[in-house]
């Protein structure tokens, strides 16, 4: 499961891989993203390739598929026909959590990558609401698909990862036919994953440390 995720890449890595044409807002790369927090997707509009802020989670926030939805399921599900036809995005990562609850203010944190510890792609869809007062509120949800642990055997969900090429066919604008995009994405195989050694969370809290000291340098 994707409870969580980072994305590390600046915004010239991001333009050089997914080819931008705008940005949106003011990116500045984050870890530990959480649902319900703004986060930063790209989409298509013609032949222009848009960064924005996006809040992670569909209205209403509260639905079963409002943060994860299952790219097999989604077809299924009338209230998403439109998003996929004409409205989907992907969101850069570098690495996915899965957290579990081990009790009281205690949590495991497993970290996920590829196995070539790039840059990926997330496939998404979104939406846009409009506040009484004409103001946007952009939302989007993240693709999730069962695979097989080699090592285990097991089944696991993982976020639904693609390559730049892939990120391209997700993210036409002349592909409008639902089942076409369908058994295009039953051919996508997604990237080997590696789980990070424990020692991540050591190297994480460093990080954030250092990122603290450096905000208290600058202020006065």
Not at 75 to 89: E, G, I, M, S, V
Not at 103 to 116: A, C, I, L, S
Not at 157 to 177: G, S, Y
């Amino acid at each position: 499961m994707c409870d969580r995720f980072n994305l590390t890449a600046d915004l010239t890595e991001l333009n050089d891989r997914y080819r931008l044409s705008k940005t949106m807002f003011y990116y500045a790369n984050d870890r530990s993203l959480r649902p319900q927090q703004p986060i930063t997707a790209i989409t298509a509009k013609g032949n222009e390739r848009i960064l924005d802020e996006f809040r992670w989670g569909l209205m209403p926030f509260w639905a079963q598929d409002s943060v994860l939805v299952d790219s097999e399921a989604i077809y299924d599900k009338r209230a998403f026909d439109h998003l996929l036809k004409r409205q989907r995005c992907i969101i850069p990562a570098s690495s996915f959590d899965r957290v579990t609850s081990l009790g009281r203010k205690k949590e495991q944190v497993q970290r996920y990558m590829t196995n070539d510890g790039q840059t990926f792609a997330m496939a998404g869809v979104y939406d846009v609401w409009s506040g009484s007062f004409g103001e946007e509120l952009r939302t989007c949800s993240i693709l999730i698909k069962r695979i097989q642990n080699n090592e285990t055997g097991s089944m696991e969900t993982v976020p639904f990862i693609m390559n730049e090429e892939q990120a391209d066919t997700w993210l036409d604008t002349e592909l409008f036919d639902k089942s076409a995009l369908y058994r295009w994405m039953r051919t996508v195989e997604l990237p080997p994953l590696r789980l990070l050694p424990d020692s991540w969370q050591d190297m994480a809290d460093s990080q954030d440390q250092e990122d603290g000291a450096a905000a208290a340098h600058g202020i006065g």
